[in-house]
């Protein structure tokens, strides 16, 4: 099996650009391709201890909004981030961006290197997070969750290459569920 990646967040036109398989995280908009959902995606706010020890750290999500903080720009509202409290009622803050990027990867360095705090989808920051690299903040509140999807054309035959790896896909993605729920996010 041979590939050729892209690991651009931007959505792509997967048959106008010859893609076999597009891998979207977030909400899908009506399309003519099919969706397999790979797993829930949650996500957490963090930051690295250099930065907590810096700039203090939040107790109450509006304290956010005191902080550099490190935004993911492919979102409708990227300076407002969304949470439940612990009894489920919804709230948002807006927090300033001191950096605002299209990449996950990129903010998730961004926030390792003291840069400020980032909410991330635990898959990028888990490993970070066990390690002590990034430490996870306002734990008692959820924040947003989302979907991952592998997206293919609609075809009457689905290659064994892309069954495969979209086979792959899902086992990797339960298997870093199973990781991210044993470390109590």
């Known amino acids: 099996m041979e590939f050729d990646l892209d690991f651009n967040d931007r959505q792509v036109d997967l048959l106008a650009e010859g893609f076999d398989l597009a891998l979207r995280i977030g909400d899908l908009e009506d399309s003519s391709l099919i969706a397999r959902r790979l797993a829930r995606i949650r996500s957490c706010v963090c930051a690295s201890p250099e930065y907590l020890q810096r700039a203090g750290t939040p107790r109450r999500p509006e304290e956010l909004a005191q902080h550099a903080c490190l935004t993911y720009s492919l979102v409708p509202e990227p300076g407002v981030w969304r949470y439940r409290n612990a009894a489920g009622k919804a709230g948002s803050v807006r927090v300033p961006s001191r950096?605002?990027?299209?990449?996950?990867?990129?903010?998730?360095?961004?926030?390792?290197?003291?840069q400020g705090i980032v909410l991330q989808p635990l898959f990028i920051?888990?490993?970070f997070l066990a390690e002590g690299r990034l430490l996870p903040l306002l734990t008692e509140y959820e924040w947003p969750a989302t979907s991952a999807h592998a997206l293919y054309p609609h075809t009457r035959h689905l290659s064994h290459r892309v069954r495969a790896f979209i086979e792959f896909l899902s086992d990797w993605f339960a298997e870093s569920d199973a990781k991210q729920n044993g470390m109590g996010f």
Do not use: E
Not at 102 to 113: P, Q, V, Y
């Open 99 to 114: 950096l605002q990027a299209n990449n996950g990867d990129f903010l998730h360095r961004a926030a390792l290197a003291g």
């Open 125 to 127: 920051v888990h490993g």
